[in-house]
């Protein structure tokens, strides 16, 4: 078995992200792989940024929430621009679970280094499902 780990700029956009899944179709026909993939490029940044601006009670958290939204949903939409409204619908299900945790920083006033971890797992398990999802609406197993 192989493990393939790609990094944020290697997931940083549509164009990347279906080199990556041409490089696990072509090696998963000599081995098997597992795969392991960071944050969009750019978005474990954003999550901390936001979560310090809800900390520090400036409301704008909401424009780099806004911000990481928006780039998950373009890039689902890029990758899978067909028949993709369930991919959508968790996107927009973590997202909310996402808002709710910068809410509550931002009504606390507090980013413990647990509440940090959690933060920035969100980038992760985004990046992760919409990759998987990928690779399963072009017929490949995941």
């Not at 910068?102 to 969100?122: A, M, Q, R, Y």
């Amino acid at each position: 078995m192989k493990v393939l780990k790609f990094g944020g700029t290697s997931v940083g956009s549509s164009k990347n992200i279906n080199n990556v899944i041409n490089i696990l179709e072509n090696t998963s026909k000599n081995s098997a792989v597992a795969c392991v993939v960071s944050a969009v490029g750019g978005i474990t940044d954003k999550l901390l940024l936001a979560g310090k601006k809800a900390q520090n009670k400036e409301a704008d958290f909401t424009d780099v929430f806004n911000t990481i939204k928006q780039t998950h949903i373009a890039i689902v939409n890029e990758l899978i621009p067909e028949n993709n409204e369930a991919v959508i619908a968790y996107v927009e299900t973590q997202l909310s679970a996402l808002k709710n945790l910068l809410d509550g920083i931002f009504l606390i006033n507090e980013l413990s280094p647990k509440t940090s971890d959690k933060l920035v797992s969100f980038g992760e398990l985004l990046s992760s499902f919409i990759i998987a999802e990928t690779i399963k609406s072009r017929g490949l197993s995941a």
